[in-house]
Nanobody
Framework: QVQLGESGGGLVQAGGSLRLSCAAS????????MGWFRQAPGKEREFVAA???????TYSDRVKGRFTISRDNAKNTVYLQMNSLKPEDTAVYYC?????????????????WGQGTQVTVSS
C-alpha cells in the first residue's frame, strides 16, 4: 500500500523559513515525479513545485526564487525548502507522486497524495 507522509509544517513569521518533507512508502519512487501543491481556505488546490525522477524542476511563478524542491531517491523523500515566506503562503501543503507526468502543474496527473501539513505565516 502506497503512503505519503508530510512533515515540517508549522507557524512562522513573515520572512522566515520552513522545510517540508514527504516520505513515501509502499514502493520505490525513484522513477516517479514528485510534487507539492497547496490549498488555502476557500481556494482551490494549486501547484507549487515538482521534480522529475532525473531532477528536472518546475515552480509556480508565485514561489519561484523563494522555494526549492529536492529529492532523495535513496530515502523515497521529497523536500520543499521555503524561504522568505509571506502571509499569502499560508495553506495546507500536500505532496503527490506521479508515475508518468506530462504536465506537472495539473492535479489529475498525480497518482498518490499525502494528507497534508499546515503552514501558517503570520504578518
Amino acid at each position: 500500500q502506497v503512503q505519503l507522509g508530510e512533515s515540517g509544517g508549522g507557524l512562522v513569521q513573515a520572512g522566515g523559513s520552513l522545510r517540508l518533507s514527504c516520505a513515501a512508502s509502499g514502493r520505490t519512487f525513484s522513477n516517479y515525479a514528485m510534487g507539492w501543491f497547496r490549498q488555502a481556505p476557500g481556494k482551490e488546490r494549486e501547484f507549487v513545485a515538482a521534480i522529475t525522477w532525473s531532477g528536472g524542476r518546475t515552480y509556480s511563478d508565485r514561489v519561484k526564487g523563494r522555494f526549492t524542491i529536492s529529492r532523495d531517491n535513496a530515502k523515497n523523500t521529497v523536500y520543499l525548502q521555503m524561504n522568505s515566506l509571506k502571509p499569502e503562503d499560508t495553506a495546507v501543503y500536500y505532496c503527490a507522486v506521479a508515475a508518468a507526468l506530462i504536465d506537472p502543474t495539473r492535479l489529475n496527473g498525480y497518482n498518490y497524495w499525502g494528507q497534508g501539513t499546515q503552514v501558517t505565516v503570520s504578518s
